[in-house]
């Protein structure tokens, strides 16, 4: 952690000390301010729900639908909070909430749920997280509290989108992953049957609903594991307490069986086209092209309309090295859903391959207001230096290079070919210090992805008789990537007392070939 947060979090707790929590009435320790949750709710929602696979939109009722299930359930609730729910294009079983009242639910959990009243039940538990500030007392116990309030690089949880390096949503990844301890868990699902009751759904569909997840969580499904069991952790003690509350509120109630049927009709029915297409995204990732078309064209006949399927033939075509007929694809993508990072980013990256630079530009920085990605931000760092723009150049290469990845280092290896001349001494990494005989030694650390050469090193000090003495030295062999190197700098009888006021510095460097 950050020294200067340490003081920070302490006087952060002399000031506000204990909360009340809205919805226990209990007083706990609270740092993160009911402004702070809103924001950080606020900025990270659509950036994770972009990393996660977009908003789902072929059925746009679907999230209407559970919108006002969920506005139901937020007015009775003990907390106010500008409440917003939507469905996911996910086909991982999942549901999760960021402070603030942004709650997501995924396809993949829909099309397992039997009624509308199970819905309630994922949904006033959403709730109860958010409205008892469950993820912001986890923030101020200091699980989170590291960057809290800014975005950090990520790599996605989504399973179709983890090649690409994200920037942008790195709080609220880790907020929705984070796992949720057992009170925190008690409390959601004993308040938020309270909010179904009051609702006026039948509690009864709580019950069922944890009876379901801990008979899938005995059967060790993966995609279950790795959704919501992985920060909701079913078990039969979470059955037995649901039935012990159910016993305490009204009895009957909206079950909704039939209606849930209905409204959730499409994405049953059209299930079958989304496993092919997860089949077919594996297929491509083992190369088997063949395959991988076989699967989607099967998933596209089943539901003609939903833009990953076509997005999946552009990545297919890219892959067979036909970049245009690709582009087709992701022109179509975007034709049934403008509002999906990756959609852009891909033709963004064909356009660039096409020649098309002024097109490959408008697509790139598209796709970074919906993600920023390292990949957009890497082929918008070639496309200015392809036209002369290098300051543009390397500001893009800057951004890109944070993420440890192919794309990163590619854009690191980048910014260092047009910077490294002029700040080496941000790429070299230089120690000083006296051996036994009192020479003055130097240790060079190249810690980039590229070999360097002609390091030079200045050199400030005043000698035994007081005099300044400015020097070079240069190490002219080649420095390699990762390597260090100690090397005498040729300078002698500097007095203790003096070194520590020496200033050396790298002043040039040059990439080897």
Sequence with gaps: MNRLLIPVALSLSLITGCAVNPVTGKKELSLVSEAQEMEIGRKNYAPLRQS??????????????????????????????????????????????????????????????????????VLGH????????????????????????MATVIGTQGKDYAQIAQLGAGLGSQLITKKYGRDAERESDYYGMKYMSKAGYDPQGAIELQRTFVRLSEGKNQDWLSGLFASHPPSRERVDNNIKTAAKLPKGGIAGKDRFKTRTAHIKRTKPAYEAYEEGRKALQKGNLKKARTLVGKALRLEPKEGHFHALLGDIEEKRKHPAIAKQHYNKAIKLNDGFFYYYLKRGLVNEKLKNADAAKLDLE?????LPTANAYNSLGNLAQAAGNLKSAKSYYRKAASKDTTEGKAAYSALMALDLSENPQNYIKLRTGLDNKGRVKAELYNPTPRDVKSIVIAIHFRDANGQIRKLKRVYKPVLPSGKKRIIDLGVKNIPKAQLSKAKFGIIGARLAK
């Design 126 to 149: 959403e709730i109860t997280h958010a409205a008892a500030k469950h993820t912001a007392s986890s923030m101020s116990r200091g699980m989170l509290i590291q960057g809290a309030v």
């Design 52 to 121: 996660q696979g977009g908003d789902y939109v072929v059925d746009k009722k679907l999230t209407a639908y559970v919108s006002e299930i969920g506005q139901k359930l937020a007015a009775v609730s003990d907390r106010k909070l500008p409440y917003e729910f939507k469905v996911l294009n996910n086909s991982v079983p999942n549901a999760w909430a960021l402070p603030g009242g942004k709650i997501s639910i995924n396809r993949g959990l829909l099309t397992e749920l039997g009624s509308e009243a199970e819905l309630a039940a």
């Design 366 to 370: 598209r796709s970074i207001q919906l």
